[in-house]
């Protein structure tokens, strides 16, 4: 099973801030990877896929990068819409696996 | 436009079992793969199981293999998780979710709003 760990575990900015959410795989992925946000009482929201690729609908200020085992979500200007949690999710291998969450807040 | 809505959830003894079901709306649903994510209170996502296009194939997460099966009704666009030889740690809320690609990516671009399962004496 590949292990996915997300850091830091919450990130406190102010808006107009640039936010950087890691996710560091236990071994090699390629670009096998996803990054979701999850509001309280909301559907869990695909922001990128195949680790830079940006979905539909999803705001420009939200990117993706990274290959092998680390991988980065950048929010190029912090919103306080975007106040929610964040996870990375590899398809490379069977199970699927998450990340344990980054929580981004309002400073 | 693209909708999931669960149901089934509910308070269900350790043992017991249940069936949550999934409708789907706004797209095709027998081009895409479907699966079961799961949150438990205070915890992160976890995968719980993927069907392919067809239902002849399916995936599972450790922790529920054997115990939760993956089906799909083409004809009634529906999904069903079924849940079996449940313990309190399956209390969650249990997400359908629509594979990005037809031919299986394993990435979800859509997702319904969830339903819970309360497993408690």
């Known amino acids: 099973e590949i292990v996915l760990t997300q850091s830091p575990g919450t990130l406190s900015l102010s808006p107009g801030e640039r936010a950087t959410l890691s996710c560091r795989a236990s071994q090699r992925m390629i670009n096998s990877v996803a990054w979701y946000q999850l509001k309280p009482g909301q559907a869990p929201r695909l922001l990128i896929y195949d680790a830079s690729n940006r979905a539909a609908g999803i705001p420009a200020r939200f990117s993706g990068s990274g290959s092998g085992t680390d991988f980065t979500l950048t929010i190029s200007s912090l919103e306080t819409e975007d106040v929610a949690v964040y996870y990375c999710q590899q398809r490379f291998n069977w199970p699927l696996t998450f990340g344990g969450g980054t929580k981004v807040e309002i400073k | 436009e693209v909708q999931l809505v669960e149901s089934g959830g509910g308070v269900v003894r350790p043992g017991g079992s249940l069936r949550l079901a999934c409708t789907v709306s706004?797209?095709?649903?027998?081009?895409?793969?479907m699966h079961w994510f799961r949150q438990a209170p205070g915890k992160g996502l976890e995968w719980v199981a993927v069907?392919?296009?067809?239902?002849?194939?399916?995936k599972y997460g450790d922790s529920v293999k054997g115990r939760f099966t993956i089906s799909r009704d083409n004809t009634r666009k529906s999904l069903y998780l079924h849940l079996k030889s449940l313990a309190p740690e399956d209390t969650a809320f249990y997400y359908c979710?629509?594979?990005?690609?037809?031919?299986?990516?394993?990435?979800?671009?859509?997702w319904g709003q969830g339903t819970l399962v309360l497993v408690s004496s």
């Open positions: 979710a629509k594979d990005i690609l037809g031919s299986g990516w394993y990435f979800a671009d859509f």
């Open positions: 706004g797209f095709t649903f027998d081009d895409y793969p």
């Open positions: 069907i392919s296009r067809d239902g002849s194939s399916t």
